[in-house]
């Protein structure tokens, strides 16, 4: 049996996470995960059935130790422990926008009532500003854990030195990170960061060291450079090392998980604490359910094969909170419209049906449509592969001179590679 995470006093069992993605994990989203992982299998009919768990994690108030080694620079008293099954991470906040109180930003940080821990995480690339943004979530207590991106690969921000360009900057790393921990109130704070910028820059087990020294809580690796984007195959030999180089602190594994196996296959071969699943799980939000059930030792039988008309409904449900979250029904079934793919993704639905799914305008026109599927068709296998982004790039791009040395960091890096962008 897997141990369970320890996220400062968080008690993750099973240690599986959902990955952060901008556009994608926002409060609905990580409600319908968090359903199928205690126990739901109610496929969009509400509330989850099966396993009888509590709604959320629960408070268990009796803190759980920090993570060995954990340096505690910030003096303040524990905060509580929740216990939950799984850790559902915001999509990525920018950290000027927070501290400017960004309309868009703030609705960011919702989290539905049962959600707990309340996982958010930021991205910034000045120390000043992302201590700002930490202490302001610690003092207005809008979060649980932050977890820090240095991972994003979008040229638009690695062109001005941010996203998985900053690693590459030692001290401007620790200096995040510093002031990260130090204003974080007692919050657990993580990191997630990529390899490096290519084979010949790795960053991370400077990056890894660096964290500890600061007293960054845990590492999530996703397993490839920046040159990679998602093309290729994520290195987990790479997650390996890095679980050598930090013993003190839980390393997570990311990369390449499209099934529950996938998860158990990189524990085993790796070492790592946890896994952290993204795009695997984009119109699979059962694939959490399929993460418990393999964590606990119940099989490949347990794991979900929803049949079209079960997959309709947690379409339908997905559209449904999308819509209460954005307080207006129209703008939820637009955002949903990226979803269809992936949830359809497989199944005998003609490219005309599909698109009309991928055009709906009102909860009733996308339940109109789903009406007409067939309901029993059994769920594809060919589904369960790859999904989401997979392509690759040749080059990253750098601001001037940016690899001639770690530890220059003169130049500093434009308020530009803050924008709002695609992730991680
Ligand atoms: C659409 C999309 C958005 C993403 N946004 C973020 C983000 O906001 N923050 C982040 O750290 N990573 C982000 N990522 C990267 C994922 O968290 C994850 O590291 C990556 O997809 C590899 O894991 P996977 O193979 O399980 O998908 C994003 C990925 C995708 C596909």
Known sequence: MTPPLHIGPHTVQPPVVLAPMAGITNAPFRTLCREFAEGGRGYGEGAPTGTPTPTGATTTGTPTPRANGTADRTGTADRTGTTGRGLFVSEMITTRALVERNAKTMQLVHFDDSERPRSV?????????????????????????????????????????????????????????????????GLPVTMKMRK??????LTYLDAGRIAVDEGITAIA????????????????????????AVPEIPVLGNGDI???DDALRMVRETGCDGVVVGRGCLGRPWLFGDLVAAFAGEGEE???????????????RHATLLGEWLGDEARGVIDFRKHVAW??????????????????????????????????????HGADGPRGRTHSRNKVVLPEGWLDDPYDCAAGIGAEAEVDTSGG
């Open 121 to 185: 995480q930021l991205y910034g690339v000045d120390p000043v500003t992302v201590g700002k943004a930490v202490r302001m979530i610690a003092d207005e207590d809008l979060a649980d854990h932050i977890d820090l991106n240095f991972g994003c690969p979008v040229p638009k921000v690695t062109r001005k030195g941010g996203g998985s360009a900053l690693p590459y900057k030692r001290p401007l790393l620790r200096a995040i990170l510093h002031e990260a921990v130090g204003n974080a109130g």
């Open 196 to 201: 490096g910028i290519d084979d010949g820059h």
């Open 221 to 244: 690796l996703h397993g490839r450079t920046a040159a990679q984007h998602y093309g290729g195959t994520a290195d987990w030999d790479a997650i390996a090392r890095l679980r050598e």
């Open 258 to 260: 499209w099934s529950a």
């Open 302 to 316: 347990a794991y979900a094969r929803p049949c079209f008309g079960e997959v309709a409904r947690v379409m339908l």
């Open 343 to 380: 949830y359809t993704k497989g199944f005998s639905l003609g490219s005309q049906a599909r698109q009309r799914l991928a055009v709906a305008a009102s909860l009733e026109e996308l339940a109109g449509l789903l009406d007409a599927v067939d309901p029993d068709e059994p769920w594809p």
